[in-house]
């Protein structure tokens, strides 16, 4: 009788055990070809969008999407200069995780109130595109693996590209070419350095700050940007 309790028990946990197998195999394999699809076809919409809109309607007002994605040929090459010395100045040098920002995030939130994040624009693609926003230790590991898939998959030009036409730059506004519409009245193509700039010291908080409604710590966030961007000069990307 002892003998076939402990058969039965063997034989449950080897089921449960091929069952998460496959999970676990189906999860990859459908994580992988999203990465590789998005490697080709441009992001037209983000779990993000779909989140933004529901609270909108939640609240009873008017669903807002403005959103148009242009490839990097057709963005000024002011903006990935802003975008790197404002949110990411080792970009083009990590393979999608920034040690020692984050390293210094964790000394900074041991000592003070206001929290710092470390994520490097993959991180944010990985989170914009990929997942939703949550803080939890099970959505960070998911954003860390889709983090490795795109910098194996993709180039850091796409990975910019995806991140400059995909994150929520105001209320409603989604992507670099809906901002430089919205605020400048222009094509992204035609932002001058300044204005990409302001629209860049934005992203920590896009909707409590926008370039229309600047606070001191965007306009201190622009001098900043401004000031790395000269540093930097220019942008180039490995083809």
């Not at 490839?71 to 100045?89: F, H, Q, R, W, Y």
């Not at 992203?203 to 965007?218: A, G, L, V, Y």
Request: glycine share 6%; hydrophobic share 40%.
């Amino acid at each position: 009788m002892a003998k076939q309790k402990s058969s039965s028990k063997e034989t449950v946990v080897g089921r449960i055990t091929i069952v998460l197998l496959k999970i676990l195999i189906a999860f990859f394999v459908l994580s992988m070809a999203g990465v590789l699809f998005y490697r080709f076809v441009p992001v037209y919409y983000t779990p993000l969008m779909f989140i933004r809109m529901y609270e909108q309607h939640s609240r009873g007002e008017e669903t807002k999407l403005e959103h148009k994605w242009v490839p990097m040929e057709e963005i000024s090459p002011n903006v990935p200069l802003a975008a790197i010395a404002g949110e990411d100045a080792k970009f083009l040098e990590h393979n999608g995780f920034d040690s020692k920002a984050i390293s210094n995030a964790i000394e900074h939130n041991k000592k003070g109130k206001n929290v710092h994040g470390a994520s490097t624009i993959s991180q944010q693609v990985a989170k914009n595109v990929f997942l939703f926003p949550a803080r939890s230790f099970v959505r960070k590991g998911f954003e860390a693996y889709f983090t490795l898939l795109i910098e194996i998959c993709w180039s850091k030009e796409r990975i910019m590209e995806v991140y400059l036409n995909s994150i929520e730059m105001g209320d409603g506004i989604y992507g670099i070419e809906a901002a430089s519409k919205a605020y400048y009245g222009c094509s992204a193509s035609k932002l001058t350095k300044k204005q990409a700039a302001t629209i860049v010291s934005c992203f920590p908080s896009p909707i409590n700050r926008t370039p229309d409604h600047m606070t001191k710590e965007s306009l201190r966030h622009r001098r900043q940007i401004l000031k790395g961007m000269s540093y930097l000069k220019s942008v180039k990307f490995d083809k």
